[in-house]
DNA sequence: ACTGTTCTAGAATACTTATTCTATTTTGAG
DNA sequence: CTCAAAATAGAATAAGTATTCTAGAACAGT
C-alpha cells in the first residue's frame, strides 16, 4: 500500500553524521542535513521525532561500534597484553574510520545533545556506560586484584585517556596519526600499568 | 565630561567568562551576559564591537594567562627537570584556577568563535600561537640537541597532551583532580621523555 | 479504476539569536 | 546654568533555528 521511500532513516543518519563529523555537531541542522540530500525539512521529521532524536542515534551509533571492538580489545587474555592492545586499538581505529572518530573523540555528548537524552535513547545511552564501566572494572580486577577508584583511574588513563590525548592533535589537523604516536601510546600506557602492577607484584613475588 | 561607566569592559568579561566556563561558550548568549550584569543589550555593543571579540578577548585572555605561566616554568634549568615541572604545572594549575582551565582545557577556539578571529585579536593569537611553539620548540632543542618533527611531537605529548587527558576527565566532573593524577602524569612525562633522551644519551655516553 | 496508507513537499509558525537604532540620562568643564 | 560628550536603556530588526501543518503524490491490493 505505501509509497516508496525516497529517504531512508539510514541515508538521512548519514548525512547528519557527515555533517557533524566535518564541521562539528552544530553545524548539523536540519536545513543542511535536508540540504544535503535534496529533502524538504519536513521528511526528516516523518523519520525523526526531533532533531535531538535524530543526532543522539548518530553518536551513540559511533560509540556503541567504538566500545564494542574497544572493549573485545580489552577483554582478551592475558589482562596485560589485552590492556596494552585496548590503547593500541585507538590510534589503529582513528586511521581506519576516521569520521566515527572525529564525532566520538571529538565531541561530547553535550555538544550533540545539549540536554538530556530522548526517552528511547536514554536505555541504550545508560547501557553503553554500564558496559564501558564495568569493561574497565573487570579489566582491573583481571590485571592487578583489585578495582578501587584509584586503580580504576590509572586503568583508564593507560587505555583511554592517554590514547585519546595522543591521537587528538591529528584529529583536530584532519590527518592520520602519524607512527610515533603508536610509541607514545604504548610507552604511557605502560609507565601506567606498572603504577598497579609493577611495584607491587615485584614486592608479591619477593614475599614469596 | 562623560558619563560615569556602570558597566566596565572588565566587569562584562567577568561575566561572560564565568557563563563560558559554567555552561560552556555557547551559553554565553549577550542576553544572558547582559542579564548577570542586569544591563540592557546594548550597553555591550558599547564595549565590544561583537560577540566574537567578546568572546575572543576571554579565551585569548585565558590562553595568554595560562601559556605565560607554562612558558616560563618549560623554559626552566635543567631541561629534563623543567619539562617534568611543565607536566606537573598542568593539573596544580587547573586545580587553583578552575575557571581558567574549564575555559582553556575544555574547549577549542572554534567553540568560541566559529569563524576567524577578529581583527584586532588576530595579532595577538598568532603571538600566541608563535610563542608556544617557539617555546617547544626551543626546549626540545635544549633537551635532545633535535627538533624535528617527532621530537616535538613527543616532547608536546609530555608536557601538553598527557597532562592534559589526566586531568580532562575531572574538569568534566567539575572536581578537583585527584592526587593520583600527579603521579600519572609524571610517570608518563617520563616515558615519553626517555623516548628522547633515554636510549640515545646512552648510546652516546658509550661511544664517549 | 478505486482507495486508503505512507510518503514527499514546502509553506507557515514560534522562538532565539546577534545586532542596530533611537531616545534618555549622567557628568564635569566652561 | 548650559552644553556636549559618553554613557545607559530598551525597543526594533534581521537572520537563523527547530518544529508543525496542510496539501498533494505514489503505490499495492482490491
Redesign the interface.
Known amino acids: 500500500m505505501p509509497r516508496q521511500a525516497a529517504f531512508h532513516p539510514h541515508l538521512i543518519l548519514d548525512a547528519a553524521s557527515r555533517l557533524a563529523a566535518r564541521d562539528?555537531p552544530?553545524a548539523a541542522t536540519i536545513a543542511r542535513i535536508a540540504g544535503e540530500l535534496g529533502a524538504p525539512t519536513g521528511s526528516i521529521y516523518h523519520r525523526f521525532a526531533s532533531r535531538d532524536v535524530l543526532l543522539g542515534e548518530v553518536w551513540l551509533g559511533a560509540a556503541e561500534a567504538f566500545q564494542r571492538d574497544f572493549g573485545a580489545v580489552l577483554a582478551g587474555d592475558p589482562p596485560r597484553e589485552a590492556a596494552l592492545a585496548a590503547a593500541a586499538f585507538v590510534p589503529a581505529r582513528v586511521r581506519r574510520r576516521a569520521d566515527e572518530a572525529r564525532l566520538r573523540l571529538l565531541h561530547?555528548r553535550?555538544d550533540f545533545l545539549g540536554g538530556a537524552w530522548p526517552g528511547e535513547l536514554a536505555a541504550r545511552a545508560r547501557a553503553l556506560q554500564r558496559a564501558a564501566v564495568a569493561g574497565l572494572h573487570e579489566a582491573c580486577q583481571r590485571l592487578c586484584g583489585r578495582a578501587d577508584?584509584?586503580a580504576l583511574?590509572?586503568l583508564?588513563?593507560a587505555v583511554v585517556?592517554?590514547p585519546?590525548?595522543?591521537v587528538?592533535?591529528h584529529l583536530?589537523a584532519r590527518e592520520a596519526p602519524?607512527p610515533?604516536?603508536d610509541?607514545?601510546v604504548r610507552?604511557?600506557a605502560?609507565?601506567?600499568l606498572?603504577?598497579l602492577t609493577g611495584p607491587q607484584s615485584r614486592r608479591r613475588a619477593q614475599r614469596r
Open positions: 562539528g552544530a561530547r553535550e577508584a584509584e583511574r590509572v583508564r588513563f585517556d592517554a585519546l590525548a595522543a587528538l592533535p583536530h602519524p610515533v604516536v610509541a607514545l610507552a604511557s605502560e609507565a601506567a606498572a603504577m
